[in-house]
């Protein structure tokens, strides 16, 4: 599974788009981006995921660049509810073979009132 | 509702002693999943089961061991021989979710061993 460099922290005021980017340089074509978010204390929470097309969900949207080398994950009106630690996480989605998914160390966002 | 269930959620043990986490799912998902965070830290895989009666180790297995008797089932065991055992641990499964296949966690289990 290819690699996924993010920021370490980012700041954003509620109400406002945060905007959470990551690098995969080395996604190969049948892997997909998926985003993982982590409360304090508790376990992560799946938040989207894709492939090539830009998805939206009620949670978030997931824009991948054409080149599939980067992607942004966008939460449009960010709540304090949304401080985290968020995972950017590339792989392929096997069937019943899950592996392994290697966790980086994420970004940890701070929304501020 | 479906979900991991991990039990306790706080754990006290003395050095030296073995114990066993618990980590129950109803998701009816073969692949399961043991995961060690450290403060600060992303997750590390400790071990992990495609299915039934199989494992095998993640990357820091060392002074770990698990079992996978049952499909809903897979505790970990950390024994003495674990070095540095005060972390927190997650466990997780991996299956069919809205759209796509996805891992999903349990609650996880602060372990402190003084």
């Known amino acids: 599974d290819a690699k996924t460099t993010q920021p370490p922290s980012m700041d954003c005021a509620e109400g406002r788009a945060a905007n959470l980017p990551c690098n995969h340089s080395t996604i190969s074509g049948n892997e997909y981006v998926y985003w993982y978010r982590q409360i304090h204390s508790q376990g992560p929470q799946y938040i989207i995921h894709g492939l090539k097309n830009n998805e939206t969900n009620e949670m978030a949207s997931l824009i991948i660049t054409e080149d599939r080398k980067s992607s942004t994950l966008i939460l449009p009106h960010a709540t304090l509810r949304d401080t985290a630690v968020y995972y950017c996480?590339?792989?392929?989605?096997?069937?019943?073979?899950?592996?392994?998914?290697?966790f980086g160390q994420g970004t940890e966002l701070s929304v501020k009132p | 509702d479906g979900g991991i269930t991990q039990s306790p959620k706080y754990l006290f043990r003395k050095e030296g002693q073995n114990v066993t986490l618990s980590c129950e799912q109803n998701l009816n998902h073969d692949a399961m999943y043991w995961y060690r965070q450290d403060p600060g830290q992303g997750l590390r895989l400790i071990y992990y089961s495609q299915i039934v009666n199989d494992f095998q180790k993640g990357d820091i297995a060392e002074g770990y061991s698990v079992s996978r008797e049952k499909k809903e089932s897979f505790p970990l065991t950390v024994t003495s021989a674990q070095k540095n055992p005060t972390a927190f641990y997650l466990c997780a499964s991996w299956g069919p979710g809205q759209s796509s296949y996805e891992q999903y966690f349990g609650p996880g289990t602060r372990l402190t061993v003084t």
């Open positions: 996480i590339v792989r392929v989605p096997r069937y019943n073979q899950g592996g392994k998914l290697i």
